[in-house]
């Protein structure tokens, strides 16, 4: 059974850091992409971050770049998303998710494509 579990959200202040874990289990196919989402309040789902596990390629969204940074540990099957210099405008509830096929660069941020979801994770950012 694919399971995700998505933990370390938490408060922090502006300006502040928190790093997000996202286990993966019930799979080992080296050709997956996991991505992280977020979806703040009265807003739609957006992508966030997302690497490929074959060869690490890495995209961000253009708000999160130089800021965030996504990582993948293959032998604990662990997934990071390492967040700094946080805003308010990151407060969101986080998740990530698996797409069993490799993304690219035109297509990772389209969340349909994703197979597996993990359960969320909330990120609280506080001025």
């Known amino acids: 059974e694919v399971q995700l579990q998505a933990s370390g959200g938490g408060e922090v202040q502006v300006g502040g850091s928190l790093t997000l874990s996202c286990a993966l289990s019930?799979?080992?196919?080296?050709?997956?992409?996991v991505g992280w989402f977020r979806q703040a309040p009265g807003k739609e789902r957006e992508a966030v971050a997302c690497?490929?596990?074959?060869?690490?390629?890495?995209y961000y969204l253009s708000s999160v770049k130089g800021r965030f940074s996504i990582s993948i540990d293959n032998a604990k099957n662990t997934v990071y998303l390492q967040m700094n210099k946080l805003k308010t405008a990151d407060t969101a509830i986080y998740y990530c998710?698996?797409?069993?096929?490799?993304?690219?660069?035109?297509?990772?941020?389209?969340?349909?494509?994703?197979?597996?979801w993990g359960q969320g994770t909330l990120v609280t950012v506080s001025s």
């Open positions: 998710a698996v797409d069993l096929n490799r993304v690219y660069e035109s297509t990772w941020w389209w969340r349909n494509l994703y197979d597996y």
């Open positions: 019930g799979f080992t196919y080296e050709g997956v992409s």
């Open positions: 690497i490929t596990r074959g060869d690490g390629t890495t």
